[in-house]
């Protein structure tokens, strides 16, 4: 597809905006993501020892006043502190002050699958136990879950589009294949996109009775993506946010983009809200759309940023996918999941966006953190990082429910 379009309506990546437990802003991230950093350990924000689990992917000397103004700051919460932060990186990285020229062309679109878990619960303890006139005002606004982006548009002074999307765990490559097209269709020159969740105790503890966490079924509480010993994923927070522009826009400012946003595909199958499809067709259908869209073969993708998180059906259903995609290509693409070093934050896709963006700058992929013993015979990148030149990768988004959202993401540097 991207070849038959013209500079105005290919979109790419000029600015990357991070804030994760691997480190706050690009640098840090980059430097102990492509090292097989990881970020796991136990969780130190509250107490886990009447859970199951104890282990998370928390974010560390994260200081909001680096980011954010004081006079917003306390009107803030945690997830819309690490948005707004996000999103001032992005646009700092993309070379892209705000200004009365430009604020009611650049807008956000932000995935999100829990939204302030925090304070939702501490506004219902205080709604139900001392009455609705004891509940403090500032808490209200920040219940909805797009406040994040409404706070991070206060706080920056856009005025563009500003939508929030919640579907699980494909809610940041969703929000980041609509934000590409709100701006192929001229409803706005520059687009933030990613995704924001956090770590609350209500919510750690939630997955943890739900047995939707390490260790489901006994043995050492890890992250193992595409590993035989996998026993459930991590729980964890980050932000992850890229700026979108498009190719003429980025040509016009002088800026060298990271990538670009070929091409997406969307699907479903059916399965129960919490549980997961019986075979992986849904998955491959969902692949060779995103292809079809971009104009791509199977044998043109290089590199997959996998959705596995250590997950026994996920992870499996997954792997089947790409065999059945990628089987018969004569170079299959290298496989990789980040999920092994930051968690899962259900949210992570825009975290994963930026992490592709860095490798296709970079040439190359970050190590599969926790992957000894993989569950298939397929082309996995363990133990370390791998130097490749990616033409063009896949961006996997897969949610619990039978939910797909699949970004081709190109490289327009070769």
Not at 184 to 193: N, Q, T
Not at 294 to 311: E, H, M, P, T, V
Not at 312 to 325: G, Q
Request: aromatic share 6%; with cysteine; charged share 20%.
């Amino acid at each position: 597809m991207a070849d038959s379009l013209d500079a105005s309506q290919r979109i790419v990546i000029t600015g990357i905006g991070l804030v994760t437990p691997l480190g706050i802003g690009k640098e840090e991230f980059s430097r102990r993501l492509f090292a097989g950093d990881c970020a796991i350990a136990e969780v130190q924000s509250f107490d886990t020892a009447s859970f199951s689990s104890h282990f998370g992917a928390e974010i560390k000397n994260f200081q909001p006043r680096d980011h954010v103004s004081l006079k917003n700051i306390r009107r803030m919460d945690k997830i819309s502190l690490f948005t707004a932060a996000a999103a001032r990186l992005a646009l700092a990285d993309a070379g892209l002050p705000v200004s009365n020229e430009n604020r009611d062309r650049i807008g956000i679109l932000l995935g999100t699958a829990f939204g302030a878990t925090d304070v939702t619960v501490q506004f219902a303890t205080t709604l139900l136990k001392e009455g609705p006139a004891l509940v403090n005002p500032i808490l209200v606004p920040n219940t909805v879950m797009n406040a994040p982006a409404g706070h991070t548009s206060i706080e920056l002074g856009f005025r563009g589009v500003n939508t929030t999307v919640t579907h699980f765990a494909v809610s940041a490559e969703m929000a980041m294949a609509y934000a590409a097209a709100e701006i192929r269709r001229g409803a706005a020159d520059f687009m933030l996109a990613g995704g924001v969740d956090i770590l609350s105790k209500f919510y750690y503890e939630t997955l943890t009775k739900f047995h939707a966490v390490s260790p489901q079924n006994g043995g050492e509480e890890a992250c193992l993506p595409f590993d035989r010993q996998r026993n459930g994923t991590v729980a964890a927070e980050g932000c992850g946010i890229i700026l979108l522009e498009s190719l003429a826009s980025a040509r016009s400012r002088g800026r060298q983009p990271y990538c670009e946003i070929r091409g997406a595909g969307l699907g479903s199958s059916p399965a129960t809200p919490t549980g997961w499809p019986r075979n992986e067709t849904g998955i491959t259908r969902t692949i060779n759309r995103a292809l079809q869209n971009a104009g791509l073969r199977a044998d043109d993708i290089q590199a997959i940023s996998a959705a596995a998180n250590g997950g026994r059906e996920l992870d499996a259903l997954e792997a089947a996918a790409y065999a059945s995609v990628f089987g018969a290509v004569k170079e299959p693409p290298l496989l990789t999941s980040v999920k092994g070093a930051l968690g899962e934050s259900f949210s992570g896709g825009g975290l994963r966006a930026c992490a592709l963006a860095l490798g296709m700058e970079k040439n190359m992929l970050p190590p599969t953190v926790g992957l000894q013993n993989p569950l298939s015979l397929q082309n996995f990148v363990v133990n370390k990082k791998r130097e490749i030149t990616i033409a063009n990768a896949l961006l996997a988004g897969i949610s619990s429910g039978g939910t797909y959202a699949y970004l081709v993401v190109s490289n327009c540097r070769i």
